[in-house]
């Protein structure tokens, strides 16, 4: 399996972020970390070991990045608001540098597939709501959807346009039809430990609820009362659902 490590610039951040590629054909999986991880992590919890057939037989490509959480939404001694404009930054880096990195890896534009566990699953469902057009499957696993629950402070427009269970219960017209139509989001969550007491399982169907509310398309996958918020379920969950995809 081809294995790379890039250092992509973030203009914005004013430092680079990792990127990961394993795998030569495919389709495009860009996969993010849990909270303020690591690009590495996808392989070192072994993430990578099970969906690696998917990649060896050329059905899959991962592009692993890094988080920025720890500057943005998870940096406790900023209000919200300012953390939902450092985002931004990160925003920019994933849309102007690891996008078109990812095309020309690919021999041109491509249609890009999300995942990631925990606070990644909100980056996946955010981006994937925000930018439909390359981002048209998320598959969530783990994820809370209310970023207001990690800060303090005012929310203003930049968290609201950030902020998923905000901005999908106001979608409306054109818009909403296009989405309807072209994106697709699979929640996926344990009811074991830790997916209660992160607030997971609960913002999951909430966000399963809002979504069929809005006519988006999606599925809500929960597994059982013995599958924790822990990276053995997220590996056993990724296993599961992404082959029919790629």
Not at 3 to 23: D, F, K, M, N, Q
Not at 43 to 61: H, I, N
Not at 157 to 180: I, K, Q, T
């Amino acid at each position: 399996m081809r294995r790379e490590h890039h250092e992509l610039w973030a203009p914005g951040i004013g430092t680079a972020g990792g990127v990961g590629v394993y795998g030569d054909w495919g389709r495009p999986l860009l996969a993010f970390p849990s909270q303020e991880g690591r690009w590495w992590d996808f392989e070192e919890r072994g993430m990578l070991g099970s969906v690696a057939w998917l990649v060896e037989e050329g059905r899959l490509k991962v592009y692993a990045v890094d988080s920025f959480d720890a500057g943005s939404w998870h940096d406790h001694g900023l209000p919200l608001e300012e953390r939902a404009r450092r985002h931004g930054a990160y925003e920019s880096w994933i849309l102007d540098q690891v996008v078109p990195f990812i095309d020309a890896d690919c021999g041109g534009y491509q249609e890009i597939m999300l995942t990631g566990p925990s606070f990644g699953a909100y980056h996946a469902a955010n981006f994937a709501l925000k930018r439909a057009d390359r981002f048209p499957l998320a598959l969530c696993l783990s994820g809370v959807y209310d970023v207001s629950v990690v800060g303090w402070g005012e929310r203003g427009e930049s968290v609201y346009f950030n902020n998923p269970m905000d901005y999908v219960a106001h979608l409306h017209g054109d818009h909403l039809d296009w989405l309807r139509g072209r994106l697709s989001l699979l929640l996926v969550c344990g009811q074991g430990q830790w997916e209660d007491t992160t607030g997971a399982l609960e913002s999951t169907k909430a966000f399963a609820g809002l979504l069929g509310h809005k006519g988006i398309r999606h599925e809500l996958d929960l597994w059982g009362y013995d599958v924790p918020h822990d990276w053995p379920s997220w590996r056993a969950q990724i296993a599961h659902h992404l082959p029919r995809f790629c």
